[in-house]
T-cell receptor
């Protein structure tokens, strides 16, 4: 299994530009999570999806951030317009729900996208 | 609001020492506590704990949960330089499926 795949691995952009981060979860996983990690705030959940449906987006910092999951194998996190304070490592993680409705919360993380907004 | 606090924030020891990392939490409707190891890349899963008093063990690493006192510890014996990393504790609760992470403990093992 290839694990969670994220692209790009590094992104450098200028303030005001649109940024799109991409994630392919592990095949068969039905929950997907977007996190942001900074030195100051640590690892923070931005949004998560179950079966392609957004469940909780309370961690999304503001309207400049949006996320979609058009199908079970692809999700995007978009920042428009980007600002220097958005500079961080963005992780995507996925997991599966167990049988009989029992949920196993071992999340598998992708390699992350290091975003720098100048 | 759910909260996870780890201590110490930073720890430097010599190879061969034993270390204990701490994680305390406040969460409604606790479901599980997880430990992750993060080196330069993504966090990698170590343990998931759901029941009090049952030790999980993997090689030189072990962990235990106390649901009455709301904390967990991660022990590493006979530390090696490869154990140097940030160790993250996370808790699932509140009826949701999301994890709340602590700020991490940065462990440095000197040869």
């Amino acid at each position: 299994d290839a694990g969670v795949i994220q692209s790009p691995r590094h992104e450098v952009t200028e303030m005001g530009q649109e940024v799109t981060l991409r994630c392919k979860p592990i095949s068969g996983h039905n929950s997907l999570f977007w996190y942001r990690q900074t030195m100051m705030r640590g690892l923070e959940l931005l949004i998560y999806f179950n079966n392609n449906v957004p469940i909780d987006d309370s961690g999304m910092p503001e309207d400049r951030f949006s996320a979609k999951m058009p199908n079970a194998s692809f999700s995007t996190l978009k920042i428009q317009p980007s600002e220097p304070r958005d500079s961080a490592v963005y992780f995507c993680a996925s997991r599966t729900s167990g049988r009989g409705g029992v949920t196993y919360n071992e999340q598998f993380f992708g390699p992350g996208t290091r975003l720098t907004v100048l | 609001e759910d909260k996870v606090v780890q201590s110490p924030l930073s720890l430097v020891v010599h190879e061969g020492d034993t270390v204990t990392l701490n994680c305390s939490y406040e969460v409604t409707n606790f479901r599980s506590l997880l430990w992750y190891k993060q080196e330069k890349k993504a966090p990698t899963f170590l343990f998931m704990l759901t029941s009090s008093g049952i030790e999980k063990k993997s090689g030189r690493l072990s962990s235990i949960l106390d649901k009455k006192e709301l904390f967990s510890i991660l022990n590493i014996t006979a530390t090696q330089t490869g154990d140097s990393a940030v160790y993250l504790c996370a808790v699932e609760g509140g009826g949701a499926q999301k994890l709340v992470f602590g700020q991490g403990t940065r462990l440095t093992i000197n040869p």
